[in-house]
């Protein structure tokens, strides 16, 4: 039920089944560096046949069993990245911890601990989309202030992962925003908007930050490109940018000197 894991090796289905509540859905997923958790966040309130999960919840990536973890969200989660051990999400959520803590629309998880992080950016409305780049968390969604109601900042906003302010990259779309994603040096964004900085972006753009120049429209890869990861060398995680010229399921496998996948 609404979660599922697959072999890639053969691709036939696992047993892994944290078996979500029916009449739900799972919005996000994303999986620890080490790949023995998965974080999910969704529309459900019971995982496992039962046990209260409200809205985002982690499973044992062995057999599908949720862990002691409860962020217990008053509404849903709907967008999770993650970076080393910080789990950044998104939602329709105004409260965490069984509405004992004030989190407007986006919250922070320390993962080792599973402690609720400082970090606050306090937007004013809805997020969709999320994605973390190196110190910087790039955000789309409905909101049009964030800081508190302090800083404007239209459908779409970055903020640094430490001190959770935003940052001067200030795109200023016209209507909403529902997907965002980045390289190591741009980020593409989905939505509802015509103009990004009152240049003429139908509902798809791309762009710099520092925002400077916006890339002009149908500019896609042409061929596949993969980047130095970084960093190098690495232990426990690294990470590799990659573009390709279409949409469509993607495997990057790392292997050592002696050809053992890592």
């Known amino acids: 039920n609404r979660l599922a894991a ?31 958790t998965v974080y999910a966040g969704g529309t459900f309130n ?24 409860d962020p217990n969200l008053n509404s849903v989660a709907s967008s999770l990245a993650l970076s ?25 998880y320390n ?32 909101f049009t202030t ?3 109601g302090v800083t404007t900042r239209n459908y779409l906003a970055a903020f640094d992962t430490a001190s959770s302010f935003a940052t001067s990259w200030n795109p200023n779309a016209n209507d909403l925003t529902r997907a965002i994603g980045t390289t190591s040096t741009e980020i593409y964004v989905g939505g509802s908007f ?17 925002l400077t120049s916006l890339i002009p429209e149908g500019t896609l890869p042409i061929s596949i490109s993969l980047e130095q990861n970084y960093p190098n060398p690495f232990n426990p995680s690294t990470k590799i940018n990659y573009s390709v010229p279409q949409f469509g ?5 790392v292997y050592d000197l002696l050809g053992k996948e890592v």
């Open 84 to 108: 080393g051990n910080t789990l950044i999400v998104g939602g329709s959520f105004i409260a965490v911890g069984g509405g004992t803590t004030n989190r407007n629309y986006l919250a922070s």
């Open 111 to 142: 993962t080792s601990t599973g402690t609720l992080n400082s970090w606050n950016p306090d937007l004013n409305q809805v997020v969709h989309s999320l994605v973390i780049n190196g110190s910087r968390v790039y955000v789309a969604g409905n």
């Open 194 to 210: 015509t103009t990004i900085s009152g240049i003429g972006r139908q509902s798809v753009a791309g762009m710099d930050d520092p």
């Open 6 to 36: 697959y072999s890639l090796t053969d691709m036939s289905l696992t047993e892994w089944n944290p078996n979500v509540n029916s009449g739900t859905v799972i919005k996000s997923i994303v999986v620890s560096a080490t790949g023995d």
């Open 249 to 253: 399921l993607v495997s990057i496998k």
């Open 146 to 148: 964030v800081d508190g």
């Open 46 to 69: 019971e995982v496992n046949g039962g046990t209260a999960r409200n809205y985002l919840a982690s499973f044992n990536s062995s057999d599908g069993t949720v862990t002691s973890w």
